[in-house]
């Protein structure tokens, strides 16, 4: 019996598994480039996961769309400690009245590379090998790029990424470092996309589609897992900085699979409270629109663009083609976006710098910066518990680590 299939997200039909996707062109024959796995097992095993010790995202190898133990590729990624804050606890409690409890998860202490795109990248370097996939291409403002080029590294696999011309200079560096290709495209993100969806046609090179990528939705619907092995239950308040928004996806894609796998099984979708910085917000934006609008039939498709002025080359998607999926399922959750100040990053970072003696990335600062937007927008509620996914430390962002520095 087949441990998984994918089925795809418009018109339910099944694709036998990754080597049958990868064979399609990564697209349904109906044109969909979204599909979700269902898997075969037995989830009462899952309750036994989600107890005790973990040490990397292949604890739930069980649950994972791979056939071969002996392709594993794995750095230590994932399974990563989710902290309480109590520093964050007694300000909420100070400045607004509202008993809640922050816990933050510590991507920076990802094996691999130190974000939470490890999980995407271990879980691709794991089916490559299973699958013989030789080259790989990707286009990418920073972290997922990092992180594919060290896995890939590992599996022996080539790697190509396409980056906008304003990418930091860090990340080039460190995807050098592993032996990969990073080529700057003329131009931004969306130039860096077209490239590699050139280069893919022309020589028939494997590319990632995005973020609705299943190697990525798969792997990090993994967070529920966590969320039940670590707290014993999900958070009421999921928070992120969001540029295209694969977390938010695969959790609702993790909730509904375990609500419909296990009989007696309730999850509810935790609040989204998706964050961005005021210098490249296009779903603030469009939310705000919606929201002012009352969101009329096929709100979700009319999203606005922006022109970016942010340093965070990460979070710089300023045409946020998932909104579309994004959108609703922030709704459906009953959460909202905030806007951040990108100008108040890094004294918040001297903060958390003082009270937990180590410098987060800008992307998570981001995150936290909305944690505070929102107990101020009185989006955060007495009792509960609120789920910070801080994606990176600063390990890449010399420049702000410098900025922050500068002034401790
Ligand atoms: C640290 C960090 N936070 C947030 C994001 C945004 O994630 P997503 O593109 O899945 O919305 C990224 C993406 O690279 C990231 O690296
Ligand atoms: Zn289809």
């Known amino acids: 019996m087949a441990k998984y299939h994918l089925y795809c997200?418009?018109?339910?039909?099944?694709?036998?598994?990754?080597?049958?996707?990868?064979l399609q062109g990564q697209k349904c024959a109906c044109?969909?480039?979204?599909?979700?796995?269902?898997?075969?097992?037995?989830?009462?095993?899952?309750?036994?996961?989600?107890?005790?010790r973990a040490d990397n995202l292949f604890h739930y190898f069980d649950f994972l769309p791979l056939h071969r133990r002996e392709d594993v590729v794995t750095l230590g990624e994932g399974a990563?400690?989710?902290?309480?804050?109590?520093?964050?606890?007694?300000?909420?409690?100070?400045?607004?009245?509202?008993?809640?409890?922050?816990?933050?998860?510590?991507?920076d202490m990802s094996g691999g590379t130190g974000t939470f795109k490890d999980q995407a990248a271990a879980l691709g370097a794991s089916l490559f090998k299973e699958y013989g996939v030789k080259e790989y291409c990707i286009a990418s403002t920073g972290n997922s790029a990092t992180a594919f080029s060290r896995y890939l590294s590992e599996a022996?696999?080539?790697?190509?990424?396409?980056m906008p011309k304003d990418v930091n200079p860090d990340t080039v560096a460190a995807i050098r470092s592993h032996g990969q290709e990073a080529i700057i495209v003329d131009g931004g993100y969306g130039a860096a996309k077209k490239a590699a969806a050139e280069y893919s046609?022309?020589?028939?090179?494997?590319?990632?589609?995005?973020?609705i990528d299943p190697i990525r939705v798969e792997s990090k619907r993994t967070l529920v897992f966590e969320y039940l092995r670590q707290l014993g239950r999900l958070p009421d308040v999921y928070m992120q900085a969001v540029a295209g928004g694969t977390a938010p996806i695969a959790l609702d894609k993790g909730i509904r699979e375990l609500n419909g796998a296990i009989d007696s099984c309730r999850l509810q979708l935790p609040r989204m409270i998706l964050s961005q910085q005021d210098t490249c917000d296009p779903m603030v934006r469009s939310w705000e629109k919606h929201t002012s609008e009352g969101f009329p039939d096929g709100?979700?498709?009319?999203?606005?663009?922006?022109?970016?002025?942010?340093?965070?080359?990460?979070l710089t998607a300023a045409n946020p083609g998932n909104y579309p999926i994004v959108g609703p399922l922030v709704r459906k959750s009953g959460g909202s976006f905030v806007r951040v100040a990108e100008e108040s990053l890094a004294e918040l970072?001297?903060?958390?710098?003082r009270e937990k003696g180590f410098i987060p990335g800008p992307a998570s600062m981001v995150c936290i910066a909305g944690f505070l937007k929102a107990l101020e927008s009185g989006l955060i509620h007495d009792g509960e518990l609120v789920s910070i996914n801080?994606?990176?430390?600063?390990?890449?962002?010399?420049?702000?680590r410098q900025e922050v520095i500068k002034e401790i």
């Open 9 to 22: 997200t418009e018109c339910g039909r099944e694709i036998e598994d990754f080597g049958q996707w990868f």
């Open 31 to 52: 044109g969909c480039a979204r599909v979700e796995a269902r898997y075969d097992v037995d989830y009462g095993k899952l309750n036994e996961l989600c107890h005790g």
């Open 80 to 107: 990563v400690p989710m902290e309480k804050w109590e520093f964050l606890a007694d300000y909420a409690w100070q400045k607004y009245g509202v008993k809640c409890t922050p816990v933050v998860t510590r991507s």
């Open 156 to 162: 022996g696999i080539a790697f190509k990424v396409f």
């Open 201 to 211: 046609a022309a020589t028939g090179t494997l590319m990632t589609p995005g973020n």
């Open 299 to 314: 709100w979700e498709k009319d999203y606005v663009s922006v022109t970016p002025t942010t340093r965070i080359s990460i």
């Open 349 to 353: 970072a001297r903060w958390v710098y």
């Open 390 to 400: 801080m994606g990176e430390g600063s390990i890449r962002s010399s420049w702000f």
